[in-house]
């Protein structure tokens, strides 16, 4: 605000503006950072929610990952891709045919895992996230590893191994629908 002035006397609620050498103006310097401090905050706070996820403490020790009914029909419905998947793995094994081997974990390899929402992602731990994707990732090398001709027994370990990080997801974590 202008300081009251008493240059013009018949009006004595005139306020004549400020003088240049007496503005008040915000310096850029202290907007730059406001600015950054801004942004700073708002980077933190994702990366808090990137890593934590929507989570709570779950009913049975385990850790439970609070979503909404669809993301968890999401999940539930890829985990159930990865379970047929491997059905097909063995099946594929017992047959001792090394292309339905390679399909079936095509079929749950990282392509499959573009179709995630990125809001949903947000909301699951990174943990989960990294057991998920490395799942996935092991899909592929077993596809790779069937049609290179590696030996049934070795194709075997490489399930196993991939139905380990399965065990020890549905171990550490339940999905509960937020109502």
Partial sequence: MGAFS???A???LYFAPPSPDKAHHMKPNMLTKIALLLWVVTIAVFVW???RGNTAAGTDGRTAVVL????RDFVMKEMRGLLAATQAILEGVNQGNAQLIANAARSAGMAAATDANPTLMTKLPIEF???GLSLHRDMDDIAK???SGTPVPELLKMT???LAKCVACHAAWQIKASL
């Fill in 6 to 8: 008493t240059d013009n």
């Fill in 10 to 12: 018949a009006n004595p």
């Fill in 49 to 51: 929610f990137f890593i």
């Fill in 68 to 71: 909404q009914i669809g993301e």
């Fill in 129 to 131: 996230k990294q057991l």
């Fill in 145 to 147: 590893a069937a049609e």
């Fill in 160 to 162: 196993s191994n991939t």
